[in-house]
Each structure stands twice: as structure tokens, then as C-alpha cells.
């Protein structure tokens, strides 16, 4: 069963940084792309990294530049550090991974960027 449990959410100044975690568990971690999503109040949940097997990344334009995704598979872990944070980056973020042919989420973690 897969499981994904995100962390390191909370309140930010602008400019700020924070690092988001995500512990995966129930699947080869390994041998699976991970990715990062997030969702703002009134607005759709929206793609913003994701690293193959492999380590390659990509990002949404929105954040090239100030988010880097990352990976630790010794640890099971994805991680998502943010830095030079801006109020529209404010909305809670979600793990995911596609395995056994379904989506696969976290259950979020809040970042509120203000002052």
C-alpha cells in the first residue's frame, strides 16, 4: 500500500525558504518518478516538479529558479526546497507518484507565504 507523508510546511516571510519533504513507503522507491503539486484557495491543483528514477527534473515555469526537487532514495525521500518565496506560491502542497496504475497523493502540507 502505497503511502506518501509530507512535512516541513508552515508560515513564511516573502523571500523566504522553506524545505517540504515527502516520505514515501509501500513501493520500490527507487524505481518511480515523484512529484510535487500544489493547490492555492479557489483554484485547481497544479504540477510543480517532478524527478524521474533517474534524477532528471522539471519544473513549472512559475518557479524555475527558486524551487529545486530533489531525491534521496537511501532514504525514501523526495524533498522540495523553496526559496525566494512569494505570496502567490501560498496553498498546500501534495506528494505524489503514479503506481499500480493509480494516482497516489499525500495528504498536503500548508505553506502560507506573508508578511
Known amino acids: 500500500q502505497v503511502q506518501l507523508v509530507e512535512s516541513g510546511g508552515g508560515l513564511v516571510q516573502p523571500g523566504g525558504s522553506l524545505r517540504l519533504s515527502c516520505a514515501a513507503s509501500?513501493?520500490?522507491?527507487?524505481?518511480?518518478?515523484m512529484g510535487w503539486y500544489r493547490q492555492a484557495p479557489g483554484k485547481q491543483r497544479e504540477w510543480v516538479a517532478g524527478?524521474?528514477?533517474?534524477?532528471?527534473?522539471n519544473y513549472v515555469d512559475s518557479v524555475k529558479g527558486r524551487f529545486t526537487i530533489s531525491r534521496d532514495n537511501a532514504k525514501n525521500t523526495v524533498y522540495l526546497q523553496m526559496n525566494s518565496l512569494k505570496p502567490e506560491d501560498t496553498a498546500v502542497y501534495y506528494c505524489?507518484?503514479?503506481?499500480?496504475?493509480?494516482?497516489?497523493w499525500g495528504q498536503g502540507t500548508q505553506v502560507t507565504v506573508s508578511s
Open positions: 524527478i524521474t528514477s533517474g534524477g532528471i527534473t
Open positions: 509501500g513501493f520500490t522507491f527507487s524505481n518511480y518518478a
Open positions: 505524489y507518484t503514479y503506481h499500480s496504475s493509480r494516482s497516489n
